[in-house]
Nanobody
């Protein structure tokens, strides 16, 4: 069992930067591929970014490519999402998720392949 706790959300002005953290407990994070998703009320959860177990492979949604960066520190059992050049369309609840995978380079892009989820952190971007 893995427990995930997101932090770092809040209110930021458009164009500003914010870094979200996802701290894991219960199991070592190096055994899991990780991802970030976001959801706006009334809409489906949306893929944002994914990172492999080793951290060598990453993938981003087109809407955030070039602005967001996903990274991980397996020694600290933490995954990060650096968000730059934010705009109001980035306003959402952001969730991190963990997926058990056997391959160090594998990316998990679909939310139904993730096994564990955090409780989410609200990010609001004002114009």
């Amino acid at each position: 069992q893995v427990q995930l706790v997101e932090s770092g959300g809040g209110l930021v002005q458009a164009g500003g930067s914010l870094r979200l953290s996802c701290a894991a407990s219960g199991r070592t994070l190096s055994s899991y591929a990780m991802g970030w998703f976001r959801q706006v009320p009334g809409k489906e959860r949306e893929f944002v970014a994914a990172i492999s177990r080793s951290g060598t492979s990453t993938r981003y949604a087109d809407s955030v490519k070039g602005r967001f960066t996903i990274s991980r520190d397996n020694a600290q059992n933490t995954v990060y999402l650096q968000m730059n050049s934010r705009n109001p369309a980035d306003t959402a609840v952001y969730y991190c998720a963990a997926a058990r995978v056997s391959t160090s380079w594998y990316l998990v892009l679909s939310d139904d392949e993730y096994h564990y989820w955090g409780q989410g952190t609200q990010v609001t971007v004002s114009s």
